[in-house]
């Protein structure tokens, strides 16, 4: 079983940046799509960046293409999420995943529809 653990939230201003961490106990060949997720108040869990390991192909739903950076440390096996000119809207619960489907599963349906191994979250909360 994999084991994934999230790290690096907190409360910060508009406009910091955050750079949230995704501790995986192992990456393999048989699980190596790892992916952010988000959830904001009252809204639906959504992808926000997938990365393959196995070429480190990454995607990012298109209202993140410009502010997030997903990136990965081969020696530490973590995902990071690097977040700049954060705003409020960005407030949310976020979520790493780790998922054996190809990547766009993992950014369009993963959050629907399930990712093989989950971790707890973590708050995020910009203050305006």
């Known amino acids: 079983e994999v084991h994934v653990v999230e790290s690096g939230g907190g409360l910060v201003q508009t406009g910091g940046s955050l750079k949230l961490s995704c501790d995986v106990s192992?990456?393999?060949?048989?699980?190596?799509?790892i992916g952010w997720f988000r959830q904001a108040p009252g809204n639906e869990r959504m992808g926000v960046a997938c990365i393959d390991t196995t070429d480190n192909k990454t995607k990012y739903e298109d209202s993140a293409k410009d502010r997030f950076t997903i990136s990965r440390d081969n020696a530490k096996n973590t995902i990071y999420l690097q977040i700049s000119d954060l705003k409020p809207e960005d407030t949310a619960v976020y979520y790493c995943?780790?998922?054996?489907?190809?990547?766009?599963?993992?950014?369009?349906?993963?959050?629907?529809?399930?990712?093989?191994?989950w971790g707890e979250g973590i708050q995020v909360t910009v203050s305006s």
């Open positions: 192992e990456i393999t060949e048989e699980e190596p799509r």
């Open positions: 995943a780790v998922d054996r489907r190809i990547i766009s599963w993992c950014l369009w349906a993963g959050a629907k529809y399930g990712m093989d191994y």
